[in-house]
């Protein structure tokens, strides 16, 4: 998946998911995914793993 998708936005949430591979390190950013994009399903699916499953999501 590309690191930043460009996008024009005055305001929004910004999800990162980063990864540490053996090849280095990959970070991904986006403003405000759609409920529909596979970027935020997996971001939803690690933070419902987390200590963090109940905070608010934008």
């Given amino acids: ?26 970070a991904v950013l986006r403003q405000s995914p759609d409920s529909t994009d596979a970027f935020r399903a997996a971001c939803e699916y690690l933070l419902d793993l987390s200590s963090a499953k109940n905070e608010e999501r934008y």
């Fill in 1 to 26: 998946m590309p690191a930043c998708k460009p996008i024009t936005m005055l305001d929004g949430a910004e999800w990162l998911l980063e990864a540490h591979r053996a090849s280095g390190y990959h």
